[in-house]
């Protein structure tokens, strides 16, 4: 066109490149447009589709699995980690794909129209990816190290945050400035120095285009002059000012790509990890479904949570539990009490032995079969941001108004439910925080009994409740479930003082099994355990 | 708060540019001249090529290069210089950019820092921690992708569009007339394509903030889902939140993708029409109307196009910046939120100096001595008291509000002289940390008036105030370091000796001698590593090396086991010797051993005595102490 315009002044042929160049510009639009969209819900979807896949993986994690990632670490990788790839997956499909396509077109088409003038090419395009090759290897390191540090910079700010009332009890604010002051420096000096090296990028850049325009524009005036326009006329002249622009601007943006992809990397290892990370528990081949009765065996079962622990948490257990029965167990902190009855639902799988749930072991049920019939009131409970009403059916969603009540006032939760102004249909912040501890324990004990399982294990779920409504549940469990085999875990010794065995739990063995009386006159720990917690009451009665 | 307005945008952009003026007093100014010089400089070249082009044009045909050689190789040279220029002025600023980011971010990092420091705990507790959290991550990273390079871009642009539009004009208006069209065009296109980005961009950063709050949700409670087999449905409300997520950012995605190819095109279209009206205006041989007044011809032509390809270029990178823009607008907006939150006040003016007794006067003086007064100096007639630190803490009739309008604590008066422990009894919502929460002045008391060693705790600077009362949480914050660090937090300048007392005082040097490294262990993630017991332990003995005359202190509930208890429980009774001290008792014990025993119900005292007075009285205490009664 620039040719037709020095040459012919002919205004028909203008038009014609003029109607092809805008026909171009459409379809490039169009392409373009069509490109951008798919490739953002290409992206998108992507990110979409590895949040998916990692919160279904989480789904399916056993107690196990569950144990080794933080909760804080899981989240990152599912918002930070996600939108690190989906950008450079993004970036990936735009321009991997285009970068070079028009870098090997603009190199073909500088030699086509330009001659001898390209080679010098073949000079400066590698000047410039040595260039960035060595910035790259500069700062990838730098920025590795400094994002750890930034990191750990964030990490303080929590502390103090969380902290806030120590620091000002303390009068420590200046101190913390201070210390806040040192750190965010140190994070300074380390970004400025990588970003220094990454700003080099495009000075570098500008000056592979300024070599080429200089030799460009002075030994290509000479080519033409002394050719005659024969080697090179001035419509390839300002061709190969445009090529070169293109062929360093798909450099540039391929290097730009490789930067997000290395960085991108790191990211895409950790959202794998999670998504490839394997549930340490499996369904059996053929489980059974039903869950004849209540009664619990074990029988040899030692236990450790991980592979790699040399002690053993439980050691050599032997018990059986009849169907119906009622089980308190006692003991320190470390006794593994937890772990114990952790067995039975098979959240876990013991180490050695079997366990036996109806005279089944419980590695031949289908895990949701077993986990129907076998209700856990877990130690560290949680409630969901929803209605109580909403909370109440996770433990049997096709529950009716009546049944939900009914199971509220076994657990003594009817009371202060009724109580509050919307009642059942009360939202439940996050965490159960508008709760009081005893009303949150209450309520998870309901959820649990709406099951209607064949055992019932509450671990520690009474703690915050007073002791005459600890009673009450009791009682309501033992004459409206006698057909269900109840495991109490406490710490007070009056919650399982009516049980009708008592377990003494101490350093992963059971110390002894007895009633109330029994053990109190046998055993030394159970002994210890009851006056710890009565003597104060028995000396002021006096 | 003035949180929540609208501030005008042209604002923020304003102070913020003041406050990187002032961090940066030479090198800002320094960095513009050198953004403006750049991309002057890289906008003239197209002249001198205008320049040779048309030598060359002139004498292409006579293959004689000696003529035009001097010529040529002149232009080539000045061209060169300019570049070099160019590339001076580049990394100048490139460098000195990197400088200018990381600092002005480093500077806002403290500055909200340091602010934080001075809020009222007020803050902390009515404001979400991931909130202020996100202050200094997402809205710093707002900061940094704004300064860094949508800043100099939009200088660099404007700069290169003003110039060459100039240009543009010095050579030829009617052409000229054709490319302000285009940018109409393209102007037009931007405000509704790149608003819309925009508008999707903060769609999706909210939706990814419910996405991350559910995910939080139920992986806390992942093993609670475990047990009742509900993964499945959580699986199923997953999926509803994250297509919503997914349909915002596609949409923020797709346009922004889109506006590129949209405005290169219509730089395309316009570049055809400024061919083509070239090519009408040379054949027509159209009167040229220019500031130049040079004539039409090829050598005018040929630069133009190139000029308005720069010209969209340019007009195209600006687009790119919006969305940045408004996010940066917005994450700027919030920290000076944080950096403009009004500070804690103090009017004290009593303060806390070492004394010195002389013939039963108190006499100030600088070095320590171990004895402290309270220095009063009364306005009146000029004079100043001092007062030995004593540790007796009176209340009169004190009434408290968190919001005005609902009172939660109800005529409370009580004291305690030096060495007398109180107890605080009641259920939760009672009002026992309140009450604790004045003695510091953490919060202002509505009404009423407490006094510390007779002198009403207004008027006592709230440093002093809170080094003379000491206070051990229940939830125990340690703070990333070694043990002794930590313990050493009490008291900055306590030596390693001092420490490890403190640590035996409390019962705590038994097992920090059996960690790994001893004193030396680093303790992280708030003391993951330590039991719950062994923590509270450390920050009793973080309390005890401070050594102050009153403790608050606030027993925790939960249930550690037998053994560890005894043990935190002998350190908290070591702690309590010979001080004044508020406890909030969840432990019989504490309770029986205390002087007074406080019993609050809804913000009111409704018994208050000893032990045993309180036993005999058979009321609410009665009822907790026998158990019939919840109480956490």
């Known amino acids: 066109m620039v040719n037709e315009i020095k040459g012919g002044c002919d205004l028909n042929t203008i038009i014609k490149y003029g109607i092809i ?26 990110a979409k589709n590895l949040r998916k896949d990692m919160f279904y993986s989480i789904q399916n994690y056993s107690f196990e699995n569950i144990d080794k990632f933080l909760t804080s670490s899981l989240i990152t990788r599912m918002t930070t980690d996600v939108t690190n790839v989906q950008n450079a997956y993004m970036m990936l499909i735009r321009v991997a794909v285009r970068a070079p396509l028009m870098l090997v077109f603009a190199f073909v088409m500088a030699f086509v129209m330009g001659g001898r003038m390209a080679w010098i090419f073949l000079v400066v395009v590698p000047i410039l990816a040595i260039g960035l090759g060595i910035i790259i290897y500069k700062t990838f390191p730098l920025f590795k190290k400094v994002f750890t540090k930034y990191d750990a910079l964030n990490k303080s700010i929590q502390e103090n945050i969380k902290g806030m009332r120590v620091v000002k009890s303390f009068v420590r604010e200046d101190y913390e400035k201070k210390k806040f002051e040192a750190a965010a420096q140190d994070v300074y000096a380390d970004f400025t120095r990588a970003e220094r090296i990454l700003a080099l990028t495009g000075p570098l850049m500008q000056f592979c285009m300024y070599v080429v325009m200089i030799f460009v524009l002075s030994f290509g005036s000479y080519t033409i002059i002394t050719s005659r326009g024969l080697d090179f006329d001035i419509g390839q002249f300002s061709a190969i000012l445009t090529y070169n622009f293109m062929i360093l601007v798909s450099l540039m943006m391929l290097s730009m790509v490789f930067v997000m992809i290395t960085l991108a990397a790191e990211s895409a290892k950790r959202i794998v990890e999670v998504i490839n990370e394997k549930s340490t528990l499996t369904n059996p081949e053929n489980p059974v479904y039903t869950v004849k009765d209540g009664s619990i065996s074990f029988e040899n079962v030692s236990f450790k949570y991980s592979k790699k622990a040399e002690r053993m948490v439980l050691a050599n257990i032997n018990l059986q539990i009849r169907s119906g029965e009622t089980i308190g167990i006692i003991g320190g902190t470390g006794s593994s009490k937890s772990s114990l009855i952790q067995l039975i639902p098979r959240l876990y799988d013991a180490t050695e032995g079997t366990v036996k749930v109806g005279g089944v072991d419980v590695r031949n049920y289908d895990l949701e079969a077993l986990r129907n019939q076998v209700a856990v009131v877990l130690q560290k409970n949680v409630l969901f941001s929803g209605t109580i009403k909403e909370n109440l059916r996770w433990g049997n969603k096709d529950a009716s108004d009546e049944e939900l009540v009914e199971a509220c006032r076994l657990a003594c939760a009817d ?81 399982v003082e009516d049980a009708d065995r008592i377990i003494v739990m101490d350093r992963g063995s059971i110390n002894g099994i007895g009633i109330h009386k029994q053990l109190l006159a046998e055993n030394a720990i159970y002994r210890e355990i009851y006056y710890s917690q009565n003597k104060a009451g028995d000396q002021s009665e006096n | 708060m003035k949180t929540n307005q609208v501030k005008n945008k042209k604002g923020i952009i304003l102070r913020l540019f003041k406050d990187i003026l002032e961090f940066y007093p030479v090198m800002l100014p320094v960095v513009i001249v050198c953004i403006l010089f750049n991309a002057v400089i890289s906008s003239i070249p197209a002249v001198f090529m205008q320049n040779i082009i048309a030598i060359v044009e002139k004498s292409w045909q006579s293959g004689d290069w000696n003529a035009v050689k001097e010529n040529i190789l002149y232009l080539v040279f000045i061209l060169g210089i300019f570049y070099i220029l160019s590339l001076v002025s580049g990394i100048i600023y490139n460098q000195m950019m990197a400088f200018i980011t990381q600092g002005t971010l480093k500077k806002f990092r403290v500055k909200m820092f340091n602010n934080m420091q001075t809020l009222p705990i007020k803050y902390v507790d009515t404001n979400n921690h991931g909130d202020i959290m996100s202050y200094y991550t997402n809205d710093i990273d707002t900061l940094r992708q704004m300064i860094s390079q949508s800043f100099p871009q939009l200088l660099v642009s404007s700069v290169v569009v003003i110039t060459v539009f100039g240009i543009m004009i010095y050579f030829c208006i009617w052409l000229t007339l054709v490319v302000i069209l285009g940018v109409i065009a393209m102007l037009f296109v931007t405000k509704r394509v790149g608003g819309g980005s925009a508008k999707y961009f903060i769609r999706q950063q909210k939706a990814l903030g419910h996405m991350e709050g559910f995910a939080e949700e139920m992986m806390n409670g992942q093993k609670v889902i475990k047990v009742f087999c509900h993964e499945e449905e959580s699986k199923k409300d997953f999926d509803k939140i994250n297509e919503s997520l997914f349909n915002d950012s596609r949409e923020a995605n797709r ?14 279209v316009l570049y055809v029409f400024v061919a083509i009206t070239g090519g009408i205006l040379l054949i027509t041989n159209a009167p040229n109307f220019s500031l130049s007044g040079l004539a039409m011809g090829i050598s005018i032509v040929v630069p133009f196009l190139n000029m308005t390809k720069q010209f969209v270029g340019n007009i195209n990178q600006v687009s790119h910046q919006i969305n940045a823009v408004v996010m940066g607008i917005a994450g700027a907006q919030r920290i000076y939120d944080l950096i403009d939150e009004e500070p804690e006040q103090d009017n004290g003016y009593v303060t806390l100096v070492n004394v010195r007794e002389e013939n039963g006067q108190l006499i100030e003086c600088k070095e320590r001595t171990g004895i402290w007064a309270w220095k009063h100096p009364h306005s009146s007639d000029g004079s100043v008291t001092y007062t030995k630190l004593a540790g007796d803490v009176r209340l009169f009739n004190v009434d408290f509000e968190y919001e005005p309008g609902k009172t939660v604590l109800h ?51 709230k440093a002093d105030l809170r080094r003379a009362i000491g206070m051990v949480l229940q939830d125990t914050n340690l703070f990333t370091g070694t ?75 939960s249930s550690i086991d037998t053994r560890t208890e005894a043990i ?32 609050l119900d809804h913000g009111r005292i409704i018994e208050r005595g000893n032990h045993e007075e309180l036993l005999a009285k058979k009321g609410q205490y009665y009822q907790l102490y026998t158990g019939a009664f919840e109480l956490e």
């Open chain 2, 411 to 461: 005529d409370v008066s009580l004291y305690a002289k030096p060495g007398q422990k109180v107890a605080f009894v009641g259920a939760t919502g009672a009002g026992k940390t309140t009450i604790t929460n004045l003695l510091n002045r953490f919060y202002d008391i509505a009404d009423g008036k407490i006094r510390y060693d007779g002198i009403n705790i207004n008027k006592i600077k």
């Open chain 1, 21 to 46: 160049l805008i026909i171009l510009a459409f379809l490039s639009l169009t392409f373009g447009g069509v490109a951008g969209s798919t490739s953002a819900t290409a992206a998108c979807g992507f």
């Open chain 1, 415 to 495: 009371e202060f439910i009724n109580q509050f102004p919307n009642g059942y249909d009360t939202y439940v912040e996050q965490g159960g925080a508008n709760l009081s501890g005893g009303q949150k324990q209450r309520l998870c004990i309901a959820r649990a009994l709406l099951k209607k399982p064949k055992i019932l294990i509450l671990d520690d779920s009474t703690s915050a409740v007073d002791t005459r409504t600890d009673a009450k549940i009791r009682k309501a469990l033992r004459e409206y479930m006698p057909e269900t085999t109840k495991i109490i875990i406490a710490q007070r010794t009056a919650s």
């Open chain 2, 568 to 599: 935190v429980q002998r350190g908290m009774d070591a702690l309590m010797e010979d001080r004044t001290v508020f406890v909030i008792a969840h432990r019989l014990s504490t309770v029986k051993n205390s002087d007074v025993i406080i019993v």
């Open chain 2, 255 to 268: 346009y922004a993708n889109i506006l590129g190819p949209i405005l290169n095109n219509i730089g395309n």
């Open chain 2, 483 to 557: 043990v002794m660090d930590n313990i050493r937090y009490g008291k900055l300048d306590a030596t390693d000796d001092e420490c490890i007392a403190a640590a035996k005082l409390v019962g705590a040097d038994d097992f920090i001698s059996r960690l790994p490294d001893g004193y030396y262990t680093m303790i992280t993630e708030n003391g993951a590593n330590l039991s719950q017991g062994q923590r509270q332990l450390i920050s009793i003995a973080r309390a005890a090396v401070a050594d102050p005359p009153v403790m608050i202190l606030d027993e925790a509930t």
